[in-house]
């Protein structure tokens, strides 16, 4: 049996239209969710970005907002710009597009965002909720992740995954939301001894490393759903021949782009599985979509924490 691919851009666009009605639905009580990103510099990539998640806010009805900041800003004026925009009551999600310049402290960038406006789920406070199982803004590809296994019927309790990766951005967040979810999870990292001894027992299998074709066929166990976070450029048509030997229609995708994005999986793995999620095409196309649901999310909830501070019940 041929294994099942998971649409993420199928899955992405069914969550826009669901925030594009919740956007119609607030707006009716006068409420305009307002989104406000933050660039630092012209890393190209993060331009590319950036201007995708302001376009895809305003398609869907949000207020958003782009500061551009040179390169040399100071941490100073980032952090007062970040103050003005906490007290802005018009602003409910904030972002603040990484990697930021070495002379900035990313950490203290990123602690300085009001956590009820951190649409990032990066800060401390935030990272705390999820590890308790509270309502949190928790971040947007983990959260993609589980919103592909909820929609396309595929159960986390009890089972056995594994995920390959720990930064703190997919790996760690990833972890938790699938033991919050009951599942029993091994991290396995750079330092990990077995690595296959540990994906071989994998019956839903994340990798998230930046390492191409890092999970080959014999590392999967018969039947798993793997999920591949991992987005790579090949740059040369050597790798590309490596990568997918005699597939000439990856080759023709290659000669007319001039790159070609594949994940951590090699693409044999997919023979084995049950169910995966392709590069592209799979988590990447969830993230900015998740982005927008947590800004809406963040817009309900400082405005039930408002009113139980008014008046409501303690
Ligand atoms: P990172 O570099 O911060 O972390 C990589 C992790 O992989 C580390 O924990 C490291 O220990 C582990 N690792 C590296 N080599 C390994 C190996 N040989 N064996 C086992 N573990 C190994 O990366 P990240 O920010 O978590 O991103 C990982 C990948 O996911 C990248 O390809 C990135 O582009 C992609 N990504 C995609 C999205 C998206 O879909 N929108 C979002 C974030 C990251």
């Known amino acids: 049996m041929s294994a099942r691919v998971l649409d993420g851009t199928a899955i992405a666009a069914e969550i826009k239209e669901e925030v594009r009605r919740e956007v119609e639905t607030l707006a009716q009580s006068g409420i305009v969710p307002g989104l406000t990103v933050v660039l630092v510099g012209s890393d190209p990539a993060s331009e590319i970005y950036v201007r995708s998640k302001v376009k895809t806010s305003a398609e869907l009805g949000l207020a958003s907002n782009l500061i551009t900041l040179g390169i040399d800003v100071s941490q100073a004026e980032l952090l007062n710009i970040l103050q003005r925009l906490n007290d802005d009551d018009a602003v409910d999600g904030i972002l603040v597009q990484l990697p930021l310049p070495r002379h900035i402290d990313t950490r203290a960038i990123l602690e300085a965002v009001d956590p009820d406006k951190d649409v990032d789920g990066f800060h401390p406070v935030n990272v705390g909720r999820l590890t308790i199982g509270q309502e949190s803004l928790v971040p947007c590809t983990p959260a993609g992740v589980m919103e592909v ?100 229609a990856k080759l023709a995708t290659f000669q007319k782009r001039g790159s070609l994005l594949v994940g951590d999986f090699a693409p044999q793995s997919y023979a084995k599985a049950s169910a995966y999620t392709p590069v592209p095409g799979g988590v990447g196309a969830l993230t900015i979509a998740m982005l927008m649901h947590n800004t809406v999310k963040a817009a309900r909830m400082r405005r039930r924490l408002r009113a139980a501070a008014v008046g409501g019940p303690a």
């Open 149 to 248: 296994l909820r929609r396309q019927g595929i159960a986390v309790r009890g089972k056995d995954c594994v995920m390959v990766g720990r930064s703190d951005i997919v790996g760690k967040p990833m972890s938790t939301l699938l033991l919050n979810a009951g599942a029993t999870v091994a991290v396995c990292h750079k330092e990990t001894r077995d690595l296959p001894d540990y994906t071989r027992r994998a019956e839903l299998l994340v990798v998230a490393t930046g390492v191409p074709g890092l999970i080959t066929p014999d590392m999967v166990r018969e039947g798993a759903v793997l999920i591949d976070v991992g987005i790579n450029r090949l740059d040369t048509r050597a790798q590309v021949e490596r990568f997918f030997p005699d597939n000439p």
